[in-house]
């Protein structure tokens, strides 16, 4: 107020609107700091986050929470074209950029086009990389659909924000050349770190 000789509700409005944009975000009891500049969601069709922090210079690692084989539910097997009772493999993991957690990915595959997947650890730590060099699925087509959602206690611990924070749930359901769903996903992005971008 005193260097720009403003008064102290213009410079209040001005730090709600950075705040507003993302420039800034305020810490009660703390202060008010710069933001990290978010990274894209979705930075275009079938690109694994391994592929796509790579791009970016940064280095990606998944940390593998639980896995199993598990049986299609109802709901699942309407998603997925599967029948029910099916074998599925069931991953949670928890995906970081340059150590910084980002996401945390719940993932289910048609078992019979990925038997052993669990056997040994992925490829480079990416799910597409092994799918595709282990069986040679080849993706082709890939539905996304965005929301917001308020963190729980274990997904705001996991990636290192406060609990109720806002995360960007992102659904992903990945199909074949032929038309058969390979992946289904639920991916909690961070939302001070993630934006969508639809193309």
Do not use: W
């Not at 709600?16 to 008010?32: D, F, H, R």
């Not at 997947?117 to 082709?140: C, K, N, Q, T, V």
């Not at 917001?148 to 960007?168: I, R, S, W």
């Amino acid at each position: 107020c005193e260097i720009h000789s403003m008064s102290h509700m213009t410079v209040r409005r001005a730090i709600t609107e950075l705040v507003n944009e993302g420039v800034i975000y305020s810490v009660p009891g703390k202060g008010i700091y710069v933001s990290e500049p978010k990274q894209e969601a979705d930075a275009g069709p079938l690109t694994s986050f391994h592929q796509d922090m790579a791009r970016r210079g940064m280095s990606a690692n998944a940390r593998i929470l639980d896995s199993d084989v598990i049986t299609t539910s109802t709901a699942l097997s309407k998603i997925m074209g599967l029948e029910p009772s099916a074998p599925l493999v069931y991953l949670r993991r928890l995906l970081a950029a340059n150590d910084t957690p980002m996401c945390i990915a719940i993932t289910y595959l048609p078992h019979d086009m990925c038997p052993g997947l669990l056997d040994e650890p992925l490829i480079d730590g990416s799910l597409y990389a092994s799918l595709s060099a282990r069986y040679g699925l080849d993706f082709r087509t890939t539905q996304r659909t965005a929301e917001a959602v308020a963190a729980d206690h274990e997904q705001a611990e996991l990636l290192g924000v406060q609990p109720l924070a806002a995360l960007l749930l992102v659904e992903q359901l990945t199909f074949l050349e032929d038309g058969q769903a390979i992946e289904y996903s639920r991916l909690f992005y961070r939302g001070d770190r993630y934006r969508v971008a639809v193309k």
